[in-house]
Structure formats: C-alpha cells, structure tokens
C-alpha cells in the first residue's frame, strides 16, 4: 500500500515504449495523485515490484517476452491482493474470460484518442480506493478480535435457532468449555433455563422473552455447578440473515468494569438509550453509533439539544408510534417499531426500535431499548416487492416455454407459450398442481429419442446440477434447446425448466463457425497492430499541440481521423461478420431516433413514417440505419451535383431523410440527387464513394447486416429523385 493517500503509485507494463510514456503522462494529467512508472517486459515489471511498493499494476496482453496473464500469475503469487488491470488492444471474450478467472482486478480494451487514459484513470482510481477500503476492513475486523479476545466478559452470537456461532476466549475461563467446542451447540449448554432457549426472535410465530437486557440468570459450568450471570443480548444482521450478541457476565466475582461494558455497547450496530415516556421522547441516555444513524452526537441528544420525536422522527410516522408503544406499555410487553427517521443532512433512513418501561432509581417509569438502520433492508424489500410484480409480467410475455415443479414434480407454473410449442392439450390453469408426467409424455412422444431425453431429464433432477442449452432434436426436424435451474423452495428442492426453439439459431451457428475463426484472426491482427501506433500518433499530436498551433497539424488531425474511421469500419466488417445475436422485437420509430442521434447531421433532418415493430439484432440493426443515414447526410446534397467551370461544386441543400415501412420490411429515402441506375449495385462494394471523405465501407457493412439477417437490401430511386434503399424479407413483429 502506498504510504500516504494523497499519492498513488502506479506501474506501466507495455513492450511499446512510446505508447507507455504517452499513457503515464495522460494518467498525471488526469489524477494529480497519480505517480506512474513504466516498465518495457513482464521481467522489468517485476523488478520494479521488487524495488518498490505500488498501489496497482497496469499491463498490456500481448508482449514478446511473457504475457500480461503471466504476468498476473507472477504478481498474485507474492502479492494476492495487489490491483492489477488489463490494458490490452487484443480484445475477445476468451482473454477476458481467462482474465477474470486468473484474479484479474479489472479488465479494459485500448481504444483509439486520448479519452481512454481518462476511463483508465478511473478505473485505477475506483480499483485502488476499493482496495484500500478493504485493507482497512481488515484492520476493523483485527480490532474487533482484539476486543473480543481481551474482554472478561464471554460474547457470544446466537442464530435464530439459538445455535451458538462464536464464543470467545473467556468462555473458557467462566464455563469451562474451549469457544470452538461450543460452536455449533444450542445457548442452553450455557443457560439451561427453559425459559431462555430462545432469548431471541422466533422467525415462525414472531415471538419474543419477556425480556432479553441485564437479566439475572444462572449459567451452568462444564462440570455442572452454577455461575450467577447477568445476561444481554443484542440483535443485528449479518448476510440478510438475523444474529444476536450475547454478553454473559459473571457476576458473583464483577468480572468486568462498566468502562468495559461502554466498550462493546459502542461497536455495537446502532445505539442504546434511555428515555422519558412522553411525546418527543426525550432522551437522558445515549450511547453507540448516533452520529452514523441519524448524524447527531450522542451528547446533543442526551443534553436534549436535539430531540429524537421532535427532531429526528418523520413526522408523518409521529403518531403511529406513540400509539403502537402506549399499546404494548399497557399490556406489559416490550414494543418494536419500524418507522423514517430524518437525518441531519436531510436524508430520510428506515430505523428498527425495540424497548421496554423500566423503573428508574427514582421509580419513575421510563423506556430503554435498542435502535439500529434498516434502510437497505427496507429499500431490499421494496425492490422485492417491485421485482415480484414484473417477474409475473415477464413470466407471461416471454418467447420461450416455463415450467416450474415442485420436489414432488407437480406443476407449479406453466405459461402459455409451453403450450403453443409443443401444441399440448389443455390450458396452464388446468394443469397446476398436477403431476409432471402428464405434460412430460405428451413432450416425449414428440422427440427422436425419448428414452435419452427422460433419462437426461432424470439426472438433472437427482444431481440437482444447473444446466444450460441441453438440445434435443423433434420428429418434425425442429431443435430446440433446455436450459435446468434447481431451485429452493419453502417445502423443499424444486425444478425450472426453460423451453426455446433452436432452429434458427443452430442452422446459424453450423454455417458461421468457419467463417467466425478466420475474421477473429484477421479482427486482432488489425485491432493491435494498427491501432497503437495510431493511439500514439494522436497522443503526441495533442502535445504537440500545446506549444504549436501549425496548420500543417491540424491536416495531421483530420488525417489520424480518418484512419481511425477507416480502422473501425473496418473492424467492424470483419469482426461481426455475418452473425447476428439474440433476434428481439425492435420498433423502427425508436431505434431511428436513437441512431440518428448518434449521426453527425449538421442541418439534416430526419422524419420517420412507421411505427412498425420488426424481429432484429438491435446493435447490428443500428449499425445499418446509422451507415444510412451517414450516406444520405454525407452523399445526398453532393452525389452528381453540377460543377461550374472552375470546377467547384455548386447548389445543394440540407438533405431530408425518411424512414418508411414496406409490407415485407422498411426503407430509408433521401431527397438529394439520387444514385444513376448504373451504380447502385456498385454501391454496395467495398471501397466504392464518391466522396473524398468516405470510407467506402458504410453501404458495405450495410448489406453486411442484412445478409446477416438473411434480409434483401436493394438501391433505387426515390419518390422525389432521391437516393431510396429497401430492405425487405423482414419479419415483422404483432404489436
């Protein structure tokens, strides 16, 4: 760790020397934190680890000597935690898949431009704060240890179950059992009591004991005899799961201080308190985490500078709680409360409150209790409640068949698009909470080879294993594709099934393979090899334009612009190639807007006609609208215009895009000067424009998606003389 955080040390491992300076200058200039050092191979990167202590490693991937995975396995055997970030040019999901399986911290594709140093800087900020926030973690949960280990008292935690999951050192010392040995036994090897098996919340019927602070109670030692306690519990969460804090103390020899007693209320979650029984609640006594729950010192509350029912209760809560703990006085019960409190800053958080009326010294009758945060709980529970409604909305418009069992393989759910698959008898309602094998024998008598789908349908369910895309071919020649998700239920161990056509996407997939492997190759070639010569080339060129305004760099500018358009639309002709994803409906109107936003249209105006909703790949149907219209706004007050007699182009005016729907499909019409007849299969060929500052590729990776969605694409004329492009063989979508 760095030995001060005003600074953080970084190290730069790159084999090109140029771009590693290039990004540790960006990087100084982003964070005035950041110190940066670079190193040329993984071996003189780890001679600087040696040298030096860092706060995170940044490493390229592809380097001649070793590569950044190795690299990673070398630093994570003498340093585990060290932030280490992947900061490569060759990108695809198997690196990045073998990355985070490594223990790679975070993992980042070079791009092109300055503005990845500031997403790099980011990320090393974001890695290294979270870093040393779990350092200091760990030194909380060291001084947490230290106190349990130190104190006389036992301290005990106890499930709802009243199972004991720690005791600490001074178990042994009152009980006489070793804390690991009472790990895993029930709080009556302590306290026999009947009465206090379970001194905390009952899950099933809610219950509570009578009382469960400073009671006086008889332990039991391991050889039998009795030991005088004063007993106290606590509760809190841990992993959403509820847990209590027990201090049991001995208290015929006052085994410990009430200093020590101050101690462990303070590192408890929340705070204690004593108050008067009236409205506002005053307070006379304060201890714990009230800065951190509400933002009040424990002073200002108990001096009554600040009064809790006043001052920190909502007020629309006021009243419905005064009367839930008037209500559960008069019955001689302790009370618990749920209600907003409204913090010093402003912010409102959920508090839990559970208390009792004790009589004073002076026999007055005053209330002591517990108070501790349950906002994320609550905001969990909201979330639940919100995620309950749009899981039973998704569970009846998704594309794909479901079917839930219980352990005893009774339908639990079915929705209607299992039916429509296997063209089932019936309706889901009928079939709920009937056994499985009904449904399961009108599916089987469907497949090829019934026999292997029970038995692969029978081991899923006895292994209770997750299992994705376990295919299946049907005597009408479709295949289709299960996925097995065991789930919990209250009353046991039940079964997802998820049911989807294959078809398509398996024809795909055998047709495409081939074609995937040989543009992967040809994809990384050109995403390393071109691009960080290039990313160093804009890096020096905004140095240089620190100091020089020449116009000759600014000529440099548009040309590395133009390279990187180049380089992109290039990538994106080999890389995605012709394969499309997951098809979705996608409507026309939206995705348009979308894309055209993403265009640079100058005064070009865009106007679309349909609200149509097709089946697509939505990325790859955006890739074709935006090259369309690109070639409208780029091409369609220029194509053909008449040159004067000095050569220089004349007339022209700001082009109108339409976007329309055909009855197989839609189109996308400008109103400029058109395509001549003879070109507009041209068109689409790598490297045809007629424009000096086109790529040639844009039409390309048009007919690209389309081929890919097994659409046609055709240039005509439009109504107005315009260039018109028609995509059609379109499967539109019900609305």
């Given at each position: 760790?760095?030995?001060?955080?005003?600074?953080?040390?970084v190290?730069?491992v790159?084999?090109?020397?140029?771009?590693?300076?290039?990004?540790?200058?960006?990087?100084?200039?982003?964070d005035?934190?950041f110190?940066?050092d670079?190193?040329?191979s993984?071996?003189?990167?780890?001679d600087?680890?040696?040298?030096s202590d860092?706060?995170?490693?940044v490493?390229?991937?592809?380097?001649p000597?070793?590569?950044g995975?190795?690299?990673?396995?070398?630093?994570?055997?003498?340093s585990?935690?060290?932030p280490?970030?992947?900061?490569?040019g060759?990108?695809?999901?198997?690196?990045?898949?073998?990355?985070?399986?490594a223990?790679?911290?975070d993992?980042?594709?070079?791009?092109?431009g300055?503005?990845?140093?500031?997403?790099l800087?980011?990320?090393i900020?974001?890695?290294?704060?979270?870093w040393?926030?779990?350092q200091?973690?760990?030194?909380?949960?060291?001084?947490l240890?230290?106190?349990?280990?130190?104190?006389?008292?036992?301290?005990?935690?106890?499930?709802?179950?009243?199972?004991i999951?720690?005791?600490?050192?001074?178990?042994?010392?009152?009980?006489?059992?070793?804390p690991?040995?009472?790990?895993?036994?029930?709080?009556t090897?302590?306290l026999?009591?009947?009465r206090?098996?379970?001194?905390?919340?009952s899950?099933?019927?809610?219950?509570?004991?009578?009382?469960?602070?400073?009671?006086?109670?008889?332990?039991r030692?391991?050889?039998g005899?009795?030991?005088p306690?004063s007993?106290?519990?606590?509760?809190?969460?841990?992993n959403?799961?509820r847990?209590?804090?027990?201090?049991?103390?001995?208290?015929?020899?006052?085994?410990?201080s009430?200093?020590?007693?101050q101690?462990?209320?303070?590192?408890?979650?929340?705070?204690?308190?004593?108050?008067?029984?009236?409205?506002g609640?005053?307070?006379?006594?304060?201890?714990?985490?009230?800065?951190?729950?509400?933002?009040?010192?424990?002073?200002?509350?108990?001096?009554?500078?600040?009064?809790?029912?006043?001052?920190v209760?909502?007020?629309?809560?006021?009243d419905?709680?005064w009367?839930?703990?008037?209500?559960?006085l008069?019955?001689?019960?302790?009370?618990?409360?749920?209600?907003?409190?409204?913090?010093?800053?402003?912010?409102?958080r959920?508090?839990?409150?559970?208390?009792r009326a004790?009589?004073?010294?002076d026999?007055?009758?005053v209330l002591?209790?517990?108070?501790?945060?349950?906002?994320?709980?609550?905001?969990?529970?909201r979330?639940?409640?919100q995620?309950?409604?749009?899981?039973s909305?998704?569970?009846?418009?998704?594309?794909?068949?479901?079917l839930?069992?219980?352990a005893a393989?009774n339908?639990?759910a079915?929705n209607d698009?299992m039916?429509?698959?296997?063209?089932?008898?019936?309706?889901?309602?009928?079939v709920?909470?009937a056994?499985?094998?009904?449904m399961?024998?009108q599916?089987?008598?469907?497949?090829?080879?019934?026999?292997?789908?029970?038995?692969r349908?029978?081991?899923?369910?006895n292994?209770?294993?997750?299992?994705r895309?376990?295919?299946?071919?049907?005597?009408?020649g479709?295949?289709?594709?299960?996925?097995?998700?065991?789930?919990?239920l209250?009353?046991?161990?039940?079964h997802l099934?998820?049911y989807?056509?294959?078809?398509?996407?398996?024809?795909?997939?055998?047709?495409?393979?081939?074609t995937?492997?040989?543009?992967?190759?040809?994809a990384?070639?050109?995403?390393?090899?071109?691009?960080?010569?290039?990313?160093?080339?804009?890096?020096r060129?905004e140095?240089?334009?620190?100091?020089?305004?020449?116009?000759?760099?600014a000529?440099?500018?548009?040309?590395h612009d133009?390279?990187r358009?180049?380089?992109?639309?290039?990538?994106?002709?080999?890389?995605d190639g012709?394969?499309v994803?997951?098809?979705?409906?996608?409507?026309?109107?939206t995705?348009?807007?979308?894309?055209?936003?993403?265009?640079?249209?100058?005064?070009?105006?865009?106007?679309t006609?349909?609200?149509g909703v097709?089946?697509?790949?939505?990325?790859?149907?955006?890739?074709?609208?935006e090259?369309?219209?690109?070639?409208?706004?780029d091409?369609g007050?220029t194509?053909?215009?008449?040159?004067a007699?000095?050569?220089?182009?004349?007339?022209?005016s700001?082009?109108?895009?339409?976007?329309?729907?055909?009855?197989?499909?839609?189109?996308?019409e400008?109103?400029?000067?058109?395509?001549?007849?003879d070109d507009?299969e041209?068109?689409?060929?790598?490297?045809?424009s007629?424009?000096?500052?086109?790529?040639?590729?844009g039409?390309?990776i048009?007919?690209q998606?389309?081929?890919?969605?097994?659409?046609?694409v055709?240039?005509?004329?439009?109504?107005d003389?315009?260039?018109?492009?028609e995509?059609?063989g379109?499967?539109?979508?019900?609305?």
């Open positions: 760790m760095s030995p001060s955080r005003d600074t953080v040390r190290l730069h790159d084999d090109d020397p140029e771009f590693a300076a290039m990004a540790a200058a960006f990087l100084e200039r982003a005035d934190r110190e940066v670079t190193a040329t993984v071996s003189a990167g780890l600087s680890l040696a040298a860092f706060d995170c490693v490493s390229d991937y592809e380097m000597e070793q590569d995975l190795a690299f990673l396995d070398a630093v994570r055997a003498e585990p935690d060290l280490f970030i992947l900061f490569t060759k990108g695809s999901e198997e690196i990045a898949s073998e990355a985070i399986s223990g790679v911290t993992y980042l594709q070079k791009g092109t300055t503005d990845q140093y500031t997403v800087a980011n990320r900020g974001n890695v290294v704060e979270r040393w926030a779990e200091e973690a760990e030194r909380t949960r060291a001084r240890e230290a106190i349990t280990s130190n104190s006389s008292d036992v301290i005990v935690t106890v499930d709802n179950a009243g199972t999951r720690f005791a600490n050192a001074a178990a042994e010392d009152v009980f006489g059992y070793a690991a040995a009472l790990v895993g036994q029930s709080l090897t302590l026999p009591s009947s206090h098996d379970r001194p905390v919340r899950l099933e019927t809610d219950e509570r004991t009578a009382d469960w602070k400073a009671l006086e109670r008889a332990g030692h391991r050889d005899h009795e030991i306690l007993v106290s519990f606590s509760e809190f969460e841990r959403d799961a847990r209590f804090i027990g201090v049991l103390r001995d208290v015929s020899e006052k085994r410990e009430s200093r020590q007693l101690t462990l209320i303070s590192n408890l979650p929340g705070i204690v308190y004593r108050c008067r029984n009236e409205p609640w005053p307070m006379e006594y304060v201890r714990g985490e009230c800065a951190e729950l509400v933002g009040y010192s424990a002073s200002e509350l108990a001096d009554g500078d600040v009064v809790w029912g006043v001052d209760l909502h007020p629309d809560d006021e419905v709680m009367e839930a703990v008037q209500e559960a008069d019955t001689g019960e302790p009370f618990e409360v749920t209600y907003r409190a409204i913090a010093r800053d402003g912010s409102v959920w508090m839990w409150e559970r208390g004790v009589t004073a010294a026999g007055e009758r002591e209790g517990f108070i501790t945060d349950i906002t994320d709980r609550e905001e969990r529970k979330e639940l409640e995620t309950s409604v749009l899981l909305t998704l569970f009846e418009t998704l594309p794909v068949g479901v839930a069992e219980d393989r339908v639990l079915v698009r039916f429509e698959l296997f063209d089932l008898l019936g309706t889901p309602a009928e709920i909470g056994d499985c094998e009904r399961a024998g599916v089987s008598e469907m497949f090829v080879d019934p026999a292997g789908f029970v038995e349908t029978n081991r899923l369910v292994a209770q294993e997750s299992r895309d376990d295919e299946f071919e049907l005597r009408d479709r295949t289709f594709a299960r996925s097995y998700e065991p789930i919990e209250s009353d046991g161990a039940g099934w998820v989807h056509d294959a078809t398509a996407r398996k024809t795909r997939e055998q047709s495409l393979r081939r995937n492997e040989r543009l992967e190759e040809f990384s070639v050109v995403s390393h090899d071109l691009r960080n010569p290039l990313n160093v080339a804009e890096g060129l140095l240089a334009r620190e100091t020089d305004d020449s116009e000759h760099l000529s440099i500018a548009r040309a133009r390279m358009v180049l380089i992109e639309d290039l990538l994106t002709l080999a890389h012709a394969e994803g997951e098809l979705e409906p996608v409507t026309l109107s995705v348009s807007e979308r894309c055209w936003a993403n265009v640079e249209t100058g005064n070009a105006t865009v106007r006609a349909t609200d097709i089946w697509a790949d939505r990325s790859r149907l955006q890739q074709l609208l090259n369309l219209f690109r070639n409208a706004v091409h007050s194509r053909n215009r008449p040159e007699a000095d050569g220089v182009e004349h007339g022209g700001a082009v109108s895009v339409t976007v329309g729907a055909l009855d197989d499909g839609f189109y996308v400008d109103d400029g000067p058109g395509i001549p007849a507009r041209a068109v689409f060929d790598v490297g045809y007629t424009s000096r500052e086109g790529t040639g590729f039409l390309a048009v007919e998606v389309a081929d890919a969605h097994r659409w046609d055709r240039a005509t004329e439009g109504h003389g315009g260039a018109r492009f995509i059609r379109v499967e539109l979508a019900e609305t």
